[in-house]
């Protein structure tokens, strides 16, 4: 009769454990995810801000180079024999960090990231050819800086970053007729 007597408060200890073990299974693996979740994102923005930056030093190498071919909205000129093996590294480096942005990126950043870098290939063209106008030049800066915008807009949206990107700048800039007002 004891044990009778006991079982319902035995029930509920047993009851009781179960719920609590539960409950603190899904808390940790709430925790463990949400902690996942951080390490990705964090890998996501190394991964594209690394992208970013060899996308962007390739674009300035491409630009030093128009300026030796006398686009004169880009200073440090560099001539075409310095610089096109410059640009092969680059292109180089960011095809690396292209691979990275593949693994983490979600389809929209990617598509983003390749509409960027096609952008920048045909300024790399266009300084290879030699034979560009100002206005080919000028366009393919455009294009580009849109393509750059994109790819923040949606690396942003990624990575859970809330508001607009800063506003992109204007190219090419009118820098002397600035200071003729």
């Not at 299974?25 to 709430?30: I, K, L, V, Y």
């Not at 060899?54 to 440090?76: E, M, S």
């Not at 190219?171 to 003729?180: G, V």
Request: proline share 4%.
């Amino acid at each position: 009769m004891e044990l009778l007597d006991q079982l319902p408060a035995l029930i509920g200890v047993v009851v009781g454990s179960l719920g609590s073990y539960a409950a603190q299974s899904r808390t940790e693996h709430r925790r463990w995810k949400r902690q996942r979740e951080e390490r990705w994102d964090e890998k996501r923005f190394d991964t594209y801000s690394r992208y970013a930056n060899a996308l962007k030093a390739q674009l300035r190498i491409a630009q030093r180079i128009g300026a030796a071919r006398g686009f004169t909205d880009v200073a440090d000129p560099l001539q075409p024999d310095d610089g096109l093996p410059l640009l092969a590294e680059a292109e180089s480096h960011r095809a690396t960090e292209w691979e990275a942005v593949l693994l983490v990126g979600d389809a929209a950043t990617i598509a983003a990231a390749r509409r960027w870098h096609e952008t920048v290939w045909t300024i790399e063209l266009l300084v290879r050819d030699g034979s560009a106008d100002l206005e080919e030049w000028t366009t393919a800066h455009r294009l580009a800086s849109a393509a750059r915008d994109a790819f923040y807009a949606s690396a942003r949206g990624d990575l859970g970053i809330g508001g607009a990107p800063p506003p992109s700048g204007q190219w090419p800039r009118q820098w002397r007729a600035e200071l003729s007002r």
